[in-house]
């Protein structure tokens, strides 16, 4: 017998939309608060959907892959036969424990029973690039998050208020989790110039003060199935040590419930970029609010995720392509497309023009400048409402900004009959 649940949250909006997780921890208390916060979520980011989320409680460790995606499609049935997925009803997603794969198991069961339909796919996101995925789904909660962060630290009189210099470049970070979230996210922020000095996995912890190479690392953990004995970087047994590391931005991206009363005052960190969902417990946020330390609330910080799975669901309902899904041939379409200009005008165009247009929008530029735009304009919202209410900090502001929303939306809708 395994346990499994599907709550939705609010359905202010439909589809109601939420990760799935596989985890042994799952329970209905958590899938419910999961489902609360893509509510609020959802609401911060301006993307119009309803809050949702769904649990299976296994660990995955113990099942071959033929067993999991029994369990995926059986999961599946009882969601079609209680009408609990489905492009206008209920849109799930990978979250912990589930990615690409289970989404195709997913999307394919749905199909079988679904003949005939011609927006099946918009079903579920997060699917594989073959099966109407969208390119960036994989990486956009940490491309999200690195955006967040960015914005975060590009006002320089609330980075003074931290002790802090403007910019991401040079900030030392830990990320806890180098799975999806803290993968990506580990990587995005490399790529603007911060130094990841630690990183935490359930086995082990690896630091290095000169920085630790993202990609070594991840490929090091998948060759050896352990984080720790990598090239110079110190081994930390205890891997929850690490956040209490001395550090700009700690990166909590593994599971919630990890800064709590009893580490909170031991924290070092300026600033907690929430990735993972809820890991900083109410309590500890008061502790680190009393301490000058900024938290970064999971309901926006780690919205990347549900905003590109909005733009897989948008391209899969209208069954279009948003540009060319591979760089070379949109790259080989747009000489053409340089030629055919220059033929039809008799111009010749100038070499930076040319450039121009030979680079194009595919399908990742599309999807990264969408996701940047929600992401910036997100954090705006919720900074100016902080200064405006003077909430003791940005968790509240972003409940404010949510919640007028979802209230905007039950007020204008009335009640029926
Ligand atoms: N995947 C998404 O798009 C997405 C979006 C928003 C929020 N989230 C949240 O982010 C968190 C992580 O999700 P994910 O999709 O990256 O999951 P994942 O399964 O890909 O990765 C989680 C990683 O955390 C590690 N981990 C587990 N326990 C740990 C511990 N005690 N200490 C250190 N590391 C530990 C695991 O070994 C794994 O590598 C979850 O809270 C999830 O709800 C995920």
């Not at 919630?256 to 580490?263: A, F, K, L, R, S």
């Not at 897989?312 to 899904?325: D, T």
């Not at 591979?326 to 100038?350: C, F, H, P, Q, T």
Request: glycine letters at 10%.
């Amino acid at each position: 017998m395994i346990e499994a649940y599907r709550v939705q949250h609010s359905h202010h909006k439909l589809p109601t939309k939420g990760g799935i997780r596989y985890a042994e921890t799952v329970n209905e208390d958590e899938v419910k608060a999961l489902a609360a916060l893509m509510s609020y979520k959802c609401a911060v980011l301006n993307v119009p959907f309803g809050g949702g989320k769904g649990g299976v409680r296994i660990n995955t460790s113990k099942y071959d892959s033929r067993t999991l995606e029994r369990i995926t499609r059986r999961y599946t049935m009882e969601l079609i036969k209680k009408n609990f997925i489905g492009p206008a009803q209920d849109v799930p997603a990978p979250d912990y424990g589930t990615g690409p794969r289970e989404m195709a198991w997913i999307y394919s069961t749905y199909q079988e029973f679904h003949p005939g339909s011609i927006n099946a796919a918009a079903c579920v996101t997060g699917k594989p690039l073959t099966q109407s995925g969208i390119i960036g789904r994989n990486e956009a909660t940490g491309l999200g998050l690195m955006y967040g962060l960015r914005e975060v630290c590009c006002f320089r009189e609330d980075m003074q208020a931290l002790g802090l210099s403007p910019g991401l470049e040079g900030k030392r970070v830990v990320v806890q989790g180098l799975g999806n979230v803290g993968y990506h996210s580990a990587k995005f922020l490399q790529e603007q110039g911060a130094i990841i000095i630690g990183i935490a996995e359930y086995e082990g912890g690896l630091f290095d003060e000169n920085g630790l190479d993202v990609d070594a690392v991840y490929h090091h953990r998948r060759a050896t199935k352990s984080i720790l004995n990598f090239g110079r970087a110190r081994n930390i047994k205890n891997s929850r040590e690490l956040l209490e590391w001395d550090c700009d931005i700690l990166v909590p991206a593994a599971l919630e419930g990890q800064i709590t009363e009893e580490n909170a005052p031991r924290i070092k960190a300026r600033i907690v970029g929430e990735g993972a969902n809820g890991p900083v417990t109410a309590e500890a946020e008061e502790i680190l609010t009393r301490r000058n330390i900024m938290v970064v609330p999971d309901m926006y910080l780690n919205a990347g995720g549900v905003t590109v799975s909005y733009f897989e669901w948008l391209k899969n309902l209208a069954r279009v392509s948003f540009g060319r899904m591979d760089r070379r041939y949109n790259e080989m379409n747009n000489r053409r497309l340089v030629e055919a200009i220059e033929k039809a005008s008799g111009v010749s165009l100038s070499a930076e023009m040319k450039k121009e247009i030979v680079k194009g929008a595919g399908e990742r530029d599309l999807v990264y400048s969408g996701l940047e735009d929600g992401m910036v304009t997100a954090y705006h919202n919720i900074r100016e409402t902080k200064l405006q209410k003077k909430t003791p900090n940005l968790r509240t502001a972003a409940f404010v900004v949510a919640l007028d929303r979802i209230a905007a939306n039950y007020i204008e809708l009335g009640l029926f009959p």
